[in-house]
């Protein structure tokens, strides 16, 4: 065996040369890598080595053994280490000690924590407290490692540990860890050892080589760990990719008034300017500052005191920006005058910041135009979109629901829609507290100034409809109890009434007592060039879904080329239209039915106009009415008795009508063209209404696109049906206005087997648009209003890895879709095709919308810019095939 | 053009002779065919001639034109008629009368109707009043030439000729047609032309020739007709087939004594002993029997009255036989003395006589033993499997609905399940009667002799149930209204209340006032017989629904070889066992559902244990819990007060849990394996009852082979994630009782998500069973509890060519099928895979099945024989690529 050559398995770093380099992630594992990258670019860090990925997997191999020559190349490595550091492992003198740390190729939650200050023993803490002349901290960094080894490496529960500490603090009857004393800290470390023996039948290692040994095993062996196996299967990540474990020497900021520490940012991480960003402590741990136990000192304090390690901490911040050409996120610590990196990594920053900064560094030719389209979150931009609370700002949290629609909203609390519109007519602002919403209440949310409800998902009619109308809303709070009739709703024993003032987060789903400052972000001018740079690089076209010509406006103002999504329903609720539409329903032949229509036409028909006019020149996709007749009657029994007093329609014929239209699944029942093939008269009038709008504005030289949509198509004979009824109804209209317009005929896929069989039905459609949120409930057999009972439990189990309605599931719905492109495009080979889900402002699914090769997305309109940035990302992805490093701020 | 090879187009039969052959359908179409077929027999045939398919294609290619030489070729061949009739088109004297009909190679029910008589003119008309001195027959037949003539050919409304027909009766005070006297018919014929003229801006053409062309065009023309396009659409039948055109001579069996006509079949159709069955009519009209104005008299008459015709026709009757090798249904007609066959095909009959005359058959060597499988409907077996109403007894239809569940019961009116069990156990015989019925109801539909219910379609819970239970049921009776408060029905103005009998056909969906006689087929010999030979021939196993060991007896009985489902929930709602289930529901914590369980486990186990013991040596695939929690609680006030009282919950909490569990859509909800994974006891329970059951038998070395079941799973994750918790509790089991069972665990594919990620799935599946109740609801996004409102108008319109919860629909489910079969066998190559919906039981569905490679199909036990027939009909249409001659009786 000796004779044969040995693998390398240990990479050094230290003394400004590392054996590996950046680009080595596969072997090194990333924080390997990143270390050895610093150390390369002369960054003083403090010496360690990486023990390969292949030492792992080969460990496996073998059954838990290291493979041949591993170890000695970790004693050999350890040495090199000890040199540089001028310190030994174990030394009775000037002892070594040194943190082990897992480290894969992806950054992976589920793998183990850090143990640090390993090489601590009766022994080695005499020397250093010799050495510090600081007893305290050696006991505390003893009793430390004692709890993180026991604990991380040999698998002692850790309570015991935290209970023994506790009962110390009882005993000494203080409250802080740090009021303990030296003395107690040394007696606790007594009890920890005794845990440790009763818990692992062993004494606690005094030996730093075998601590070293079983804190390596421990690394490798968290790799097949129960969570990091389920992080890897929900994350797609093979389990033969191993993880490499760093071990690296102990560098102490508390060491007197020449040593310190501190972390900070190459650039304001608020505000993007251009400065350098930190803070520091001197003669103290990282652990302090992060702890809150002192407050820190600007970091002009350092230049003063330690103008050294200053000076040398400014060379390397702009040096490591340079090199890694972003705003980065950096730790320090001075061990007596001596400035070591601890840590650097790509800086977390607001969106505000973000773009400053992608757009200064592209100016200081930094980084290019793709790179700084690259780096931002498109999720992210949605804050630059909505007010936001202001983050100085003391409140009170009473409640957390769903972050359903961003941004933040104040006002006074009401619950009913009408409420709220007698409310928004006196100029008051309120919000909409409902324990769930339905069309009826759209009046009431178009006047609040947010909504909260108590139930429903992330796509709940509330959340759908407020991120429509980019309005804050809360959803599914569990925690509320709405009482409509008396006018208050519950937090547990808290009771806010009618009037009382609730701010709400939507980015967060907070809920909170009384008025919150706001802030409203500007769109400054950095979003404007940003969104020209990412708009050169966008392959997919960007729509918006908008029922009104306000959401219209709103949508092209953030860039939307067309409509892709417009609902004839919601226009059907307003209050002067409602009462037409009621006595369709309850007509009883088709002559009834008809009456009812002549009356609603016009009012349809200038909806169109004031839509039209807005997007003049851009298509309009109008989807023919969808949603089942019942969710145009009143249920509750006033709304019931007052129609009928308007109408004059016995209340039992109103109820019995409900009973008659009632639905065990509305969600699969009577909707949709469904209604169209058995009620031809309704989509007749709406297509008559859109083709005469378009008509009278056509004569007018405005040009308009109308694409008409029929919704839920399962069978050819729908479409080929409802194709002719509304060619023949178009056809009639412009001759009679004597004009032409160049409308469309499509359908949605949204039913899996329109998917299925779209092939068939390629041959009476002109387009395609995804139905993204229908086809995901079918598909799945999910009813989003009903998942809140157990999909959130589906999610934290990581039985599914994401909200499939707010994320495209690819694997399911994404195959489907694929289906659905590749059959339609088999008989029609350029057929335009779109996705119209609440997907389409989702950043992954536009990607994957992008990828399947469909002509555009279609979203709410304050997701335009976001899914403009996604479109943008996914095609520079595509053409680079370069790891362009993609930063997730 | 003279010089070009003219193609042959016309192609003559007569005088025992024809150009075509039988299997000449493309060219000749189906009628022109089996002329010639007839004729080459030397069956006296009048004479005729078939214009092929191909003369009809070129005639729409050349814009409405006749190809070179086909009228010339018409004119040639109608010579060869009048010569062999001795008659002459036109002919002052002796003048050839002709019919005019399409036939296309598929019947098809969209094309033209006959033309009779044509000929017929001034001249003609009176040398037919001087042949047959019968000059009121005469103008009966113009009038009737000028109706056909004007209406089917120049597309005159009918409605007009009816009307005068109509005023003449009135103007003349008779009642019947045939009450007119030969100068009323005269004047008639002259009203007519008017008629005619008026419509058309044209005289009536008194050239026979003119008359032969327009009617020749007017069939080609009908292929491209609205109805006939649509046929074709729907039936994937080509447009470019083209129709063929028979001309062929009449005869005219009412030219005086020695003149008669007559219709038969070869066979008894209503037992199938084997003996002529015919009747006839002497001096009379095909017609005339139709119309039943005069009673025929027993075929024996003829053999007195025309004994050189019945001779003949005797002698032609076993020839025909012998020939077609089936049964037939003959017409003929006697013209003075001289017998003509007018047609002949395959004969209707009733199950029995099917089965009897296959076996029959088989016995005299006319057809061999696959030939007669494929002889018999499937779905008609079902007909010998159910209790009938005698044919012979007088009925009064009162309403009628779905045909749910087949079969006949009378019993007296009852109008909730507690009353039908109530009466049962006095043993009354009773029909329950329900607006639609849920699983409460089970207990009184076991008892109840049939069950009829307002709402629900062919699949609704009623009508599954019924049929699991192989008891008549009529589904979908909209004509009644149901007041169960005060115990009655209505049907428009009739009132049946409680108590009154009623009877059920659930073979048509009839509703009957009064106790219909009922008669109950044996299930003689022949059934026996035929069953073993299907067995021989089948290759996919075929399974039953059962959820008690009676349903597994008679399933058993019937030739299941194993449980393909059985539903685990149907044991809940016994008396005994509900009260545990709402405890479980009703419990607030895992503790207390823990609690309620352990109640459960010895009730479930001992269900299973009869069931094993029924089903022993042969699988029993179990499926665990399925529907939402909220289908085991009670709904009306009255139960709930019931439940509170008993339980000791509040009426409050209890109307509160039914509120908390209240699902917008159940069908898409928390239910099937979402139970499973959110309340892991439920199902651990359950697992522990199958393993328990299964272990104490294989110690009384029964063998058991258990296969447990996931429904709905939707995502992989899901059904590890259950697997695990199965194994672990199985074998929990197996260790307490020191043995092994070999069971497995799989899963339902019902989901199209599940049938897309097939492949991922395997992994953690023994077997499949395709779900194609609840795949077909999602796929289509169609609940078929809601269906009701809209899937008639579909059939009816032809949108949907069946319903699909009755006949797997193969474009859209049927490949979802497909890929979840092939996904699935590319992991695992010889994966177990079966289907447990409906579609089971449909013969259509079962071949589909075969095709795909499935190992078995899984129906109601009534439904079992029908799908071993459907199997056999499968491979040997797989193995047989000759087109053997199908019957559908």
């Not at 026991?150 to 023994?164: C, L, T």
Request: some cysteine; aromatic content about 6%; proline content about 4%.
């Amino acid at each position: 065996m000796a004779k044969k050559a040995v693998k390398k398995y240990v990479y050094y770093f230290g003394g400004g040369k590392a054996d590996g380099r950046g680009n080595m992630k596969d072997l090194l594992g990333g924080k390997g890598a990143g270390l050895a990258e610093m150390t390369n670019l002369k960054i003083p860090v403090p010496a360690g080595f990486s023990i390969t990925t292949e030492g792992c997997n080969e460990y496996f191999k073998a059954g838990k053994k290291y493979p041949p020559g591993m170890w000695e190349q970790v004693i050999e490595n350890l040495k090199k280490v000890e040199k540089a550091m001028g310190t030994k492992l174990g030394d009775s003198v000037n002892p070594l000690l040194v943190s082990v740390r897992s480290g894969a190729k992806f950054s992976m939650p589920g793998m183990m924590d850090t143990v640090l200050n390993l090489g601590l023993n009766d022994t080695t803490i005499n020397a250093l407290i010799k050495k510090t002349g600081n007893e305290r901290f050696v006991y505390d960094a003893y009793r430390r490692l004692i709890t993180m080894f026991g604990s991380i490496v040999m698998g002692i529960d850790r309570q015991r540990f935290e209970k023994a500490l506790e009962e110390m603090k009882e005993k000494k009857d203080v409250r802080l860890d740090t009021d303990l004393t030296a003395e107690d800290l040394r007696n606790l470390v007594g009890e920890f050892k005794i845990i440790y023996k009763r818990n692992t039948g062993e004494e606690f290692p005094v030996d730093p080589l075998e601590q070293l040994k079983k804190a390596i095993n421990a690394v490798f062996g968290s790799w097949f760990g129960d969570r990091a196996v389920k992080y890897r299967k929900l994350n797609d990540i093979p389990d033969n990719l191993g993880t490499a474990c760093n071990i690296q020497s102990m560098v102490f900021g508390n060491l007197g008034d020449n040593s310190g520490t501190g972390v900070g940012f190459t650039r304001d991480p608020s505000t993007g300017q251009k400065k350098f960003f930190a803070e520091c402590l001197i003669n103290a741990q990282g652990e302090d500052v992060v702890a809150g136990i002192r407050t820190p000192l600007r970091i002009e304090e350092l230049r003063k005191r330690l103008p050294k390690a200053y000076k040398e901490l400014y060379v390397i911040y702009k040096k490591l920006e340079k090199h890694y050409k972003d705003m980065l996120d950096i730790e320090f610590t001075v061990q007596e005058g001596k400035l070591y990196m601890l840590q650097t990594r790509v800086g977390k920053r607001t969106a505000a910041a973000a773009l400053r900064i992608a757009i200064d560094m592209v100016k200081e030719k930094l980084i290019d135009k793709k790179t700084a389209i690259l780096r931002i979150d498109p999720q992210q931009l949605d804050q630059l979109l909505h007010p936001m609370i202001d983050p100085k700002s003391q409140v009170k949290i009473i409640a957390k629901g769903l972050p359903a629609s961003p941004g933040a909203a104040v006002g006074k609390v009401v619950l009913t829609a009408e409420d709220a519109e007698r409310a928004a007519d006196k100029g008051e602002k309120v919000i909409l507290v409902r324990a769930e919403t339905s069309p009826e209440d759209i009046g009431g949310m178009n006047a609040a100034q947010g909504i909260l409800t108590a139930r429903g998902g992330m796509t709940s009619h509330a959340a759908v409809v407020a991120r429509g109308m980019g309005k804050c809303c809360v959803a599914g709070c569990g925690a509320i109890n709405v009482n409509e009739v008396q006018k208050y709703f519950t937090v547990n024993d808290l009771v806010v009434k009618e009037g009382e003032y609730i701010t709400l987060n939507g980015t967060t789903g907070e809920v909170m007592l009384g008025q919150a400052p706001l802030v409203t972000p500007e769109l400054t001018g950095d979003f404007g060039i940003f969104m020209k740079w990412v708009d050169e690089y966008r392959k997919l076209g960007v729509r918006t879904n908008a029922d009104t010509s306000h959401d219209s406006e709103v949508a092209r103002k953030f860039g939307a080329e067309g409509i892709g999504l417009c609902r004839t329903e919601h226009m059907f609720f307003a209050p002067e239209r409602i009462s037409a539409v009621r006595e369709m329903i309850l007509a009883d032949d088709t002559e009834g039915r008809k009456k009812a229509l002549v009356k609603l036409l016009p009012m349809q028909k200038s909806d169109f106009i004031e839509i039209f006019r807005v997007m003049k020149g851009l298509p309009v996709t109008i989807r023919l009415l969808d949603p089942p007749l019942h969710e145009f009657l009143p249920h509750a029994e006033e709304d019931i008795r007052a129609l009928a007093a308007s109408t004059e329609v016995p209340v039992e014929k109103l109820k019995a009508r409900n009973k008659a239209l009632e639905e065990f699944n509305p969600m699969l029942g009577h909707r949709g063209c469904r209604l169209g093939v058995t009620y031809p008269e309704i989509y007749e009038m709406q297509v008559r209404a859109i083709m005469e709008a378009a008509c009278e504005l056509s004569k007018q030289k405005i040009k308009i696109i109308p694409e008409i949509m029929i919704p839920l198509i399962g069978h050819v004979n729908e479409l080929r049906m409802m194709r002719e009824l509304t060619v023949k109804t178009a056809d009639e209209v412009q001759k009679r206005y004597n004009t032409k317009v160049s409308y469309t005929v499509g359908t949605m896929i949204e039913l899996p087997r329109a998917a299925i069989t779209a092939d068939e039905i390629a041959a009476y459609a002109d387009f395609y648009s995804f139905g993204t949120n229908d086809l995901t409930q079918t598909a799945f057999g999910l009813s989003r209003d009903d998942a809140g009972r157990f999909l959130p439990y589906y999610i934290e189990k990581g039985i599914l890895e994401n909200d499939p309605f707010v994320t495209l599931d690819q694997k399911g719905i994404g195959v489907l879709m694929k289906i659905g492109v590749e059959k339609g495009r088999k008989v029609k080979k350029h057929m335009k095709m779109g996705i119209c889900g609440e997907h389409g402002g989702d950043p992954q699914s536009v990607e994957f919308c992008h990828k399947i090769g469909l002509d555009y997305v279609s979203c709410s309109p304050y997701r335009v810019p976001i899914a403009r940035l996604a479109a943008a990302q996914s095609s520079l992805k595509e053409k680079s095939k370069k790891d362009l490093s993609r930063t997730t701020v």
